[in-house]
């Protein structure tokens, strides 16, 4: 935090310095959010049956104030910097009021270059850098929407990059026909302890060239490697290398678009701290094609992919796990006589800030099955392959948003016996803007959407799991700028599977046999109030039911009632 505050002050410094030889003055602007957030909570059902410990009931919330600072020197030098106020709800006098700097960057461009330095977002290819949403709520309720938006500012999660420190370059130039562009970057994900820890850095980049609009070709490397000291414990070293190509094609009357991406990963890990020092390396590799025909008439569009992803394929910047399941979750995290951790819950991963993850995780993280089992890492899951197809809306299909999807996906080595796993994923949804369909004047909005799974195995590790997430919500402006908002959210799962923990080295060492049977819903009626685009007020009442089959006694009930207001400037 001290060296975000003397590097913030030294830009600033320089910017002012060189601003005041320069002929026009800097600009300076500022933008932020301030946001109240108060809740009313309360646990019951068969979890509390003779607990005396555990509170059943509480308040919780804060108040805080995000201020961005903007310094323009000119189009070479730039500043951004963000400080944070926050005050916990029920502290007085500014008790308990926390002040950070949140995010900080300098930025430019010269001539055809662009930086940045300091708090940087990096995305590349989804086998590269990609930072993945495993569940699926494309087609959720507004509420649902509003609802996850918070937690997803708190945890800047911002389309599907990682948010990094460190520094990249991008070039970019135009030629007659085609045109290059080439970008890198460098962050650093561990620091050295200058005693058993070593710097780890995160590198890479990708190269581009384009040939008007119809070919593309790319190179993308990522380098995640430990800077060697010599009294470290441990050396990890991590490359992936990837080539893609897309190809398209446009017509009067229909677009077709065909994109392959392969690759190859290398992974080094030695132990010195063991007794007999321990080397082990793995390489492997993936393919994936994809082949995408809209027509432009119906604004329909059809995709198919198929992929291959070796049993070693190893990304972390890629499969990285953006929720954390085994995290404590915030609300009533503690039952039992405060004795158990609260298992996470569909509604945790909607509404806890404490879910989420926001480091590089070296190995496969631990997941609960039952919220996606066939790519709980993303794309570059390793040890899968199959086919999907996908229909969909296109932009040409005005008021209308829809899709349907099945993926059918098998294991290419089995874990823990010679069978292998099969999964089967059907996914769909459709929101219909009912209001500018009838030309209403106002907002109607419908929506309905949901993925159903199942994962199957034969032999003496049989495996049987099925596992439904469904969203149904409506969005009615009553009035101008007053909304009323509806939404059911649930999860069914049942059946059994193994989980698969992992060590240092990202080998199985083990199975253990689990077993599902769980139903939860989730209800939720609110209001909005739209003062603006830029400022809204929100009251929500959720309830909350978690039903174990299992585990009776660890099935209960959540109530919240939320009240929030959200502005920005």
Avoid at 44 to 49: E, L, R, V, Y
Avoid at 217 to 235: E, F, H, M, P
Avoid at 383 to 407: H, P, Q, Y
């Amino acid at each position: 935090m001290q060296n975000k505050k003397l590097l913030l002050t030294s830009a600033l410094i320089v910017a002012f310095g060189v601003s005041s030889q320069a002929q026009s003055p800097a600009k300076f602007s500022l933008n932020g959010l301030g946001r109240s957030f108060i809740t009313n909570n309360q646990l019951s059902g068969n979890i509390m049956a003779g607990d005396t410990k555990t509170h059943s009931a509480g308040l919780g919330g804060y108040n805080l104030f995000d201020l961005q600072n903007n310094l323009a020197v000119d189009s070479a030098f730039q500043a951004m910097a963000v400080y944070r106020v926050r005050s916990e709800f029920g502290s007085f006098y500014g008790s308990a009021n926390s002040f950070e700097f949140r995010q900080f960057k300098l930025m430019g461009k010269i001539k055809e270059f662009k930086y940045e330095i300091g708090d940087v977002r990096v995305e590349l290819t989804p086998f590269t850098v990609f930072n993945f949403g495993d569940m699926y709520h494309k087609y959720e309720s507004e509420i649902f929407q509003v609802r996850r938006s918070i937690s997803e500012y708190e945890n800047m999660n911002v389309g599907s990059g990682w948010l990094l420190q460190g520094a990249h370059l991008q070039y970019k130039h135009e030629f007659e026909k085609c045109g290059v562009g080439a970008y890198g970057f460098v962050t650093r994900t561990t620091a050295t302890n200058e005693m058993s820890v070593s710097d780890r850095l995160l590198s890479g980049g990708r190269l581009g060239v384009h040939c008007g609009e119809s070919l593309k070709i790319g190179a993308t490397y990522v380098g995640l490697s430990d800077v060697d000291i010599q009294s470290a414990k441990y050396s990890y070293k991590n490359y992936v290398g990837t080539g893609d190509v897309e190809y398209i094609k446009n017509s009067d009357a229909s677009a077709l678009t065909v994109k392959f991406e392969g690759g190859a990963s290398s992974f080094i890990y030695k132990n010195q701290a063991a007794v007999n020092d321990t080397t082990k390396s793995f390489q492997d590799y993936f393919l994936d094609l994809t082949a995408q025909l809209a027509l432009k008439g119906p604004g329909i569009k059809f995709t198919l992919n198929v992929t291959d992803v070796g049993q070693y394929f190893n990304s972390p910047t890629a499969q990285t796990r953006r929720v954390v399941d085994n995290m404590n979750p915030s609300l009533f995290g503690m039952v039992n006589n405060a004795s158990v951790m609260r298992a996470p819950i569909l509604f945790d991963r909607m509404t806890s800030e404490q879910l989420y993850n926001s480091k590089i995780a070296y190995v496969l993280s631990p997941y609960l099955n039952e919220f996606n089992n066939a790519q709980p890492y993303g794309k570059a899951t390793p040890n899968r392959m199959g086919a999907s197809l996908m229909v969909s809306s296109d932009t040409a299909m005005k008021n209308i948003n829809f899709e349907a999807g099945v993926d059918y996906l098998n294991e290419i080595v089995g874990e823990g016996t010679t069978d292998l796993r099969n999964f089967m994923v059907v996914k769909g949804g459709v929101k219909l803007e009912i209001g500018k369909m009838m030309a209403l004047g106002r907002k109607l909005d419908f929506s309905v959407g949901g993925r159903m799974e199942k994962t199957s195995r034969a032999g003496a590790g049989k495996v049987d799991l099925a596992s439904t997430v469904a969203d149904a919500g409506v969005a009615f402006e009553v009035v101008k700028k007053i909304d009323l908002l509806f939404g059911y959210k649930m999860l069914m799962a049942n059946g059994n599977e193994f989980q698969a923990p992992r060590n240092a080295f990202n080998e199985v060492t083990a199975l253990t046999a689990v077993s599902v049977n769980s139903t939860e819903g989730i209800a939720s009626v609110g209001a909005q109030l739209r003062f603006s685009t830029m400022q809204a007020f929100s009251v929500h009442y959720n309830m909350v039911n978690y039903n174990n089959t299992l585990l009776t006694a660890g099935s209960y009930n959540i109530s919240q009632l939320l009240l929030s207001y959200t502005g920005k400037f």
